[in-house]
């Protein structure tokens, strides 16, 4: 009886509409058609997809951004975090600063840095014209550069998070084996690779693992920066999701791609928990 009214509260916010959804996929609902919500065509949704080219090839182009932008952010938000860590005055100052670009929202995200990369009156082809770089570069019309730029302001807004993980990783590292291992010869690259690093792992796919599930679902920023064009070439598979049930207002097929887009996220982070569970093991925790 407790517990009664959160239940009654997750019902209606998460597993009812859940279960909508689930149930949509197998219909023909449109939005801009009402009756076809009880129009039931079984699979034939998924038959559709999986028989769909541009579907799989955004799909693999959602598995290599999330791939890239997890990698870069790593290495990036790992490298921030020693350096403030071996830094004694002004480390909350740092700290503080660091944590700015999580503070905006990934709109205002967009925004930004579509303006920074806007051809015409971008700040960095400016910025390229003071160093004797004439031609105006479309970094968000080109089909080449346009994924970049989108990475790019991706990783700008969320390295943060490595950074404050694995900088909190640092902090709670004892002391006394880096201090045997100093006393006994080691280097600071061996003191890295054999202590530091394997404390640090935990912490390391805890991030993996919170960034694949925002990233998986990255909308905000490519929708703002380039709609998902050049002709579809930035698309991923929730501004795709997005196109299919609101631009085209066919919500049946929307919800059958986003329950195959959730096996996705499912798929990533099941693998950094099992990583994870191999780290801590290894920890003795």
């Keep these: 009886m407790l517990i009664l009214p959160a239940i009654i509260a997750i019902s209606i916010v998460v597993i009812i509409p859940l279960i909508f959804s689930f149930y949509t996929s197998f219909t023909s609902y449109k939005l ?83 303006y920074i990369f806007n051809d015409n009156i971008g700040l960095l082809n400016n910025f390229l014209y003071l160093f004797g770089y004439e031609s105006a570069i479309a970094w968000l019309i080109d089909q080449k550069l346009a994924m970049g730029s989108i990475l790019a302001a991706e990783i700008w807004a969320n390295t943060a998070i490595f950074s404050i993980l694995l900088l909190a990783g640092l902090m709670g590292i004892p002391k006394d084996p880096v201090e045997a291992a100093r006393v006994d010869g080691c280097n600071s690259w061996q003191v890295f690779k054999h202590i530091t690093l394997p404390f640090l792992m935990p912490f390391i796919f805890i991030a993996l693992t919170i960034r694949s599930l925002d990233v998986g679902r990255a909308y905000d920023i490519v929708h703002i920066m380039t709609g998902g064009g050049p002709a579809m070439r930035t698309e991923l598979t929730w501004t795709t999701i997005a196109r299919v049930g609101y631009k085209d207002a066919n919500m049946g097929m929307a919800n059958a791609m986003s329950y195959l887009s959730i096996i996705l996220s499912i798929a990533f982070t099941y693998y950094f928990f099992t990583k994870l569970k191999a780290a801590r093991q290894e920890l003795g925790q």
């Design 32 to 114: 801009t058609r009402p009756d076809t919500l009880f129009n039931f065509i079984g699979l034939r949704n998924y038959e559709r997809i999986f028989s769909n080219s541009e579907w799989w090839w955004t799909y693999l182009r959602t598995i290599l951004f999330l791939t890239i932008a997890l990698n870069v952010e790593l290495l990036l938000g790992l490298g921030i975090a020693l350096l403030i860590n071996k830094i004694t005055w002004g480390q909350r100052t740092l700290r503080t600063i660091m944590m700015f670009p999580m503070m905006f929202s990934p709109i205002l995200v967009g925004f930004q840095w579509k």
